[in-house]
């Protein structure tokens, strides 16, 4: 084998065992030495059914069920699957077929020996998302359902007031419903790389002007807003930038004890230039520097009242979609500050 080959193999992450025409072993590399727990050179000779001691659940050996030599002559690969060491430990194993000419003879077999802890923990969090998000669903719609099959049934019993209740309370719940549909598809499509932006110009303080006067309605708490003159227009998604916002300042009114102070001017990204950025202060106990950036994981959520947990981790991604960014830092006073930088963008076309 040649040596740059080989010293490439060396560094490899995954266990490789490379077997010539005869089925002899002809090299390993570290990884699959120390897989293995065999000497340096104990493997090389050895024939590649027992270098690869692996079987599926049924007890069938990895050998024998792939024929790596034998078989159709046009193979070049035999695909990745599970099989189990004589231990019970679980390894991904995949092998390339080599020929020197097409329909000819295998001339090297190369297996790539992989552990499958890192897979399954993946399986386990999706599993856990899945629970997750069965469980978000399952919330609204018990009491959808409950309230529906009680009028159902006992529609003569309940005054007219009690049936308004009721039914607005199932409209309540059919909306928490939607949003959190909502949110699981806009997640997934910024997972995908998929979420799609519907640019143009949009004024960020007419934004967060109009955001503040229906949120904020309600609150008995007063803040200050500071919004700088000649602010610079911004090319992006207005509805999205809209739900950015939105969340914000729903979650410094919610979750950081209301807000402080909004302040939206323009600012120079040390990285990107030229943009336009939000600030939200509120009157929490501010986020601990540790926490910062798993608030914007999936389903994470804190304190009594948290919502589906989806909500950081959407503006986040809407966000940076756009080309900009997102931080959290300690607010003058105490409190949290988010600070949101949307850059210019402006099309080409536009400034010529």
Known sequence: MESAHRSDFDHYPDGVIIAGPDGLVEYVNPRIVSMARAEDDEM??????EAVPFDDLNGNSWYDS????DGLNIR?????????????????ITATLVREKRGGPVQRVVVSVRNARIRNQADRERSDLVA??????RSPLTGIKGFTSTLLTK?????EEQRQLMLETVDSDADRLSRLITELLDAARIDA???TLKRGPVKLDEVVRHVLTNVSGGSSEPFEISIKDDLDLIWG????????VTNLVENAMRHGFGLREVVVQNTRHHDYG????LQIHDNGPGIPVEMRQRVFSRFWRSGPGAGSGLGMYIVRGIVEEHGGAIDIQDAEGGGAQIRVWFPINEPASMSD
């Open 44 to 49: 090389l000779g050895m024939h590649l059914s």
């Open 66 to 69: 792939m024929r790596p030599y």
């Open 76 to 92: 070049t690969r035999i695909s990745e699957a599970s099989w189990w060491s004589p231990k019970g430990s679980e390894y991904l």
């Open 132 to 137: 997750t998000v069965a469980h978000e669903l």
């Open 155 to 159: 529609w003569s019993k309940f005054s």
């Open 193 to 195: 790389g998929r979420l």
């Open 237 to 244: 998604d207005s509805d999205r930038i809209h739900q950015v």
């Open 274 to 277: 030229g943009g336009v950025s």
